[in-house]
């Protein structure tokens, strides 16, 4: 066999591999890779008590601020900062969520808080002006101690300021 006539059959295969390996497993987006992140460590431990060390193997620490945790995800280009009552999932400017990746987080925090957390209630009043995606599900009266929840708020236009966050606050628990 001419060496040509192998070199095309070789690289057809690689071809048909690669368009196969893209359709059998597919990459994430930036919002479900982030929606992942947020429910598997933000929220998992107030859900199951899983530790989720896993998902925390595949990020960077940077620092601690007080009793919180920083990390780095290079997968999805964001921030977490884990605290014993709180955790946020946040972009910043230049890797900010575009306006569409922010709608997409938007709509995938929505199903996580409808399926695991159905008690909590949407707040209207949980926005941060015309140019935001932000959306608040509480219990609680705002400003009090015991309100507790999740809230999305995503500025994607906002140029050199542009970001977003995800947060957890968890419910307190009685001494």
């Known amino acids: 066999m001419k060496k040509r006539v192998l070199l095309g059959i070789v690289a057809a295969g690689l071809a048909v591999g690669l368009g196969g390996a893209s359709q059998i497993w597919p990459k994430q987006t930036r919002a479900e890779r982030m929606a992942d992140l947020f429910h598997g460590i933000c929220l998992a431990p107030a859900l199951t008590g ?3 060390d896993a998902l925390f193997s595949s990020l960077t620490r940077t620092h601690d ?3 919180a945790q920083r990390w780095i995800d290079t997968q999805s280009g964001s921030f977490l ?3 014993a009552t709180s955790c946020t999932v946040s972009t910043y400017a230049p890797h900010a969520l575009t306006f569409e990746e922010a709608e997409e987080l938007l709509e995938l925090t ?3 808080v409808a399926r695991d957390f159905p008690q909590l209630v949407y707040d209207p009043k949980a926005v941060m002006g015309d140019e935001a995606l932000a959306k608040g599900w509480f219990i609680g009266s705002f400003s009090s101690p015991g309100r507790w929840g ?3 708020f995503a500025y994607p236009d906002w140029g050199d300021s542009a970001g977003s966050s995800l947060s957890f606050k968890a419910p307190t628990t009685p001494d």
Do not use: L, M
């Open 81 to 83: 900062r884990v605290a």
């Open 110 to 112: 929505g199903v996580i």
């Open 50 to 52: 899983d530790s989720p």
């Open 150 to 152: 999740i809230y999305h």
């Open 65 to 67: 601020e007080g009793t």
